[in-house]
């Protein structure tokens, strides 16, 4: 459904949403998508893998690998599938969608010792998803 909006004459105008709102929303989920695949790899490699990830001592958030591979895993999939609802055009994928790139950034900005520049390109795509979602998410559902 079009946007209305009324003319300078008084006539109801339809108009319709944004092609860039609707290619950065698309965007956006496209990206949860992958970022959320990448962030179950991320985690399945932590999980089975302990050695992979070198951890620096004295660091804040100091959890065993196998704990971050399980957060990583879970969180990942989770940002899948809220990639999925916010490409079919619906409201709670984008409000989950918003939640859960905070969250994802969060918790890549705790993984940040263990493999920092993944962590912080992961980071910069959750800031997007947010960014586009917020911004422009609700052109999507026209």
């Known amino acids: 459904m079009a946007e209305q909006r009324t003319s300078q004459h ?7 949403p944004s092609g860039w709102a609707i290619g950065f929303t698309t ?7 992958m970022a ?3 962030q179950a ?4 490699v932590a999980i089975f893998e302990n050695e992979f990830y ?3 001592r004295n660091y804040l958030l ?16 989770l940002v899948l599938f809220a ?3 916010v490409l079919s055009g619906q409201t709670w994928g984008r409000a989950i969608g918003i939640t859960l ?10 993984f940040i010792p263990y493999y920092p520049i993944w962590s912080l390109v992961i980071i910069a795509l959750d800031v997007f998803v947010i960014w586009a979602l917020a911004a422009h998410g609700r052109d999507i559902t026209r």
């Open 10 to 16: 008084g006539r109801v105008e339809d108009r319709p």
């Open 27 to 33: 965007f956006a989920g496209v990206l949860m998508i």
């Open 36 to 38: 959320g695949a990448f």
């Open 41 to 44: 790899l991320t985690g399945l």
């Open 54 to 56: 070198v951890s620096t």
């Open 62 to 77: 100091q959890f065993d690998v196998t704990t971050w591979g399980w957060i990583h895993l879970l969180l990942g999939l």
């Open 83 to 85: 990639g999925f609802a």
């Open 101 to 110: 790139a905070g969250l994802s950034a969060l918790a890549n900005f705790a």
